[in-house]
């Protein structure tokens, strides 16, 4: 019987494994920077429209491609960037990866105008994909199956900081310097990040005989820019207009041709045989609706704080950091004990509790006080925290390790696709019932009465969001056994290992 990976013959640990082991938690800082970079770039840039919008004098519609332009083109090259780690290596993607974001996102700073502003922030968005697909790679390579949740629960406490950072530092950026600096910032964070990723990031030989599948590359990202695209502009276009459904059958289109290419792929994309595995397409499937479930409060909340309380935009985003405060102190918690006990009860309680969370929100008042719109999203962040490592552990942990980076590209795939769906549907609700509230309402349209409009409208899509998240709680507990089976992916690392010459 052949040694395991990373063994010698005798059982002991090689040389080069033993020096990520011995290093594995400096290996986690680097993949934690990125996801602060990642995360923070995400949230940061929302608060600064509307002074780009001055800057440039454009249109609501134009400056909404600055965000859309980003979330599209890192939304659709994350399932081959994952390959690609395959490929080239996880290092090599990575450190290019922060390459190119940070100098796109000093180019961005320094745009001249928005059409070029938009143009690079397409290439950060390039750069974005590699940095996000790579990290959880990295993390399932380098810690054991022990230890696994732990490191994403502590690499989850960096997302938290860039969710709940980037509004209100956003905020003083703009105010006290100017938006430009919201991009500018990126480039010492970026340098660091890299010099600090080239040290202490173990450096791999790319997979022997591995090749990377062009045509299943261009017919993914095409489909999922189509679909992501429609998602996004729906509302704005109409459901029903030629161009979306023109966009939504091009989606399915591009798909069945991407499965029909990859099932006769000697070295596909992405390994069709790993959605057997219930683990991982449970999880995956969990992802998607707790992320549209989580994007429904967060892009609805403001609206609520903004337009029907009359907070500004400052104090919308302090009021808001209690969710990712709570998500950065739950994680590494939930992550640990998945570890111990498994991710199946832990993911569905957070499931079960982000529902409660949405539903508490439906009785929140215009009149609130403090306390009473913190602990509902301290259950929120409760929610989410508790079940983000557990799924992410469990889903890397399903696969054989040479596909670690297409499950991380795909995982990272699946967030961004129940953001934008989140996003998407919420938009829907309260533009569908916004009109409705009005007439229940009466009366003369005074300013009162668009508020309390509005809140019913958000209100009535924090339900349906919360019905999407009882579907969770059904997709996360018939993953299986709390602790995955090794079998089925035992079963893949051989045909995996079939496939090279």
């Known amino acids: 019987m052949a040694p395991a990976a990373g063994r010698a013959p005798d059982g002991v640990l090689d ?17 934690s920077l990125g996801s602060l970079m990642a995360t923070l770039d995400g949230s940061i840039v929302n608060i600064a429209l509307p002074a780009i919008q001055n800057d440039f004098r454009i249109d609501l519609t134009t400056i909404e491609w600055v965000v859309v332009a980003y979330l599209l083109v890192a939304g659709s090259l994350l399932l081959p960037c994952g390959r690609l780690g395959e490929v080239l290596t996880f290092k090599r993607v990575y450190l290019v990866g922060f390459t190119v974001f940070t100098l796109a996102s000093v180019c961005c700073g320094a745009s001249p105008n928005v059409a070029w502003l938009v143009g690079f922030r397409v290439v950060q968005g390039v750069g974005a994909a590699m940095i996000m697909a790579m990290g959880p790679a990295i993390v399932a390579r380098t810690f054991p199956a022990s230890e696994r949740g732990r490191a994403l629960g502590l690499n989850g406490i960096s997302v938290s900081i860039g969710l709940s950072l980037g509004p209100a530092l956003g905020g003083v950026l703009t105010q006290v310097a100017t938006w430009r600096a919201i991009f500018l910032i990126n480039a010492p964070i970026g340098l660091l990040a890299i010099v600090w990723a080239a040290r ?23 489909a999922l820019f189509a679909l992501l695209l429609a998602l996004s502009d729906g509302q704005q276009w109409g459901w029903t207009s030629p161009a979306i459904i023109g966009l939504l059958i091009a989606f399915v289109v591009l798909g069945a041709a991407f499965i029909v290419a990859e099932g006769g792929s000697i070295q596909p994309m992405i390994d069709l045989a790993l959605f057997r595995i219930r683990p991982f397409s449970a999880g995956l499937a969990s992802v998607v609706v707790a992320f549209s479930g989580l994007f429904t409060a967060t892009f609805l909340l403001p609206f609520l704080l903004e ?25 590494p918690f939930s992550g640990a004990a998945s570890d111990r006990f498994g991710p199946r009860i832990l993911a569905s309680a957070g499931m079960a509790i982000m529902a ?18 913190v602990w509902r999203l301290v259950l929120l962040g409760l929610g989410q925290g508790l079940f983000m490592s557990p799924n992410s552990s469990a889903i890397l942990g399903s696969v054989p ?12 795939q699946m967030r961004v696709n129940g953001q934008v769906l989140g996003v998407a549907l919420s938009g829907a609700i ?16 005074s300013g009162a009465l668009q508020s309390a409009a509005l809140a019913g409208a958000i209100h009535d899509a924090f339900v349906v969001a919360a019905i999407v ?22 079963a893949l690392a051989g045909a995996v290992d079939s496939e090279r010459p």
Do not use: Y
């Open 356 to 373: 409660l969370g949405l539903l508490s929100l439906t009785q929140l008042p215009l009149n609130f006080t403090l306390p009473d719109l």
């Open 200 to 222: 202490v990031l173990p450096a791999k030989t790319p997979g022997k005989g591995q090749s990377f599948d062009v045509r299943g590359a261009a017919l993914s990202g095409v």
């Open 469 to 490: 998240c009882c579907v969770g709680i059904v997709t996360s507990l018939v993953r299986g056994p709390s602790r995955p089976s090794r079998a089925e992916p035992a």
């Open 430 to 445: 309260v533009a569908t019932r916004l009109p409705v509230h009005l007439a229940e309402l009466g009366g003369a349209p």
């Open 401 to 412: 390790r040479p596909r670690l980076g297409t499950a991380s590209g795909t995982l990272a």
């Open 15 to 31: 040389r080069d494994t033993q020096a990520v082991m011995e290093r594995k938690w400096l290996i986690l800082t680097s993949v």
């Open 307 to 331: 337009q029907g309380a009359g907070f500004s935009p400052i104090e919308a985003g302090l009021l808001l950091t209690p969710m990712p405060i709570t998500m950065a102190l739950v994680a």
